[in-house]
């Protein structure tokens, strides 16, 4: 059994790639997985400073929910995020988490396996690739991990919109086959 963290980074309630999370968790747990699935939505993220504190201390001068979020993942196995495209990136709640995430940075860490999930109203096959770039920068500082797969689901805008599509049994076959 393994342990698995799933962050889903969309603040819209009905989010397509919240979705896209929950089939994902329901995979990988269906497996007889440990998982926690963590949402963005009401949580506390202040912007990093880049006072670089945490490289000393071990934790950020902000007291918010970030550092339970870096705790679990720091103790996972396999760690999946979930993010909307927002013209052509990552959402900017997941980008302000990776900064944070910052204070990890010297710390050891169990998580191997990295997948990532995004949405997108725009349904060309590059749309994506701005996100999973960015994905792969935060990946690049951890080298005992990588980006095991990437699932992206376009033309779907509004909210729901992805119920009934394909896209969701795919997210729960990646969360199952781990």
């Not at 997985?33 to 202040?46: F, M, P, T």
């Amino acid at each position: 059994m393994r342990k698995v963290v799933v962050i889903s980074t969309s603040l819209r309630p009905g989010s397509n790639s919240h979705s896209m999370a929950e089939r994902f968790a329901q995979g990988a747990q269906d497996a007889g997985h440990e998982v926690e699935l963590i949402s963005l939505r009401g949580k506390e993220i202040k912007f990093c400073i880049g006072c670089l504190s945490c490289q000393s201390t071990g934790a950020c001068v902000f007291k918010d929910d970030v550092p339970a979020i870096m705790d679990s993942v720091l103790n996972a196995d396999v760690v999946c995020w979930a993010t909307p495209i927002y013209y052509y990136e990552m959402s900017g709640q997941m980008k302000t988490l990776i900064d944070r995430m910052n204070a990890m940075y010297p710390k050891d860490y169990r998580f191997r396996d990295i997948y990532l999930l995004t949405t997108a109203a725009e349904d060309e096959a590059h749309v994506p690739e701005r996100a999973e770039c960015g994905l792969q920068g935060w990946i690049d500082c951890y080298g005992k991990c990588s980006l095991k797969a990437h699932l992206f689901c376009g033309g779907v805008g509004a909210p729901r919109e992805i119920n009934g599509n394909d896209k969701l049994q795919e997210a729960y076959e990646m969360g199952k086959s781990i």
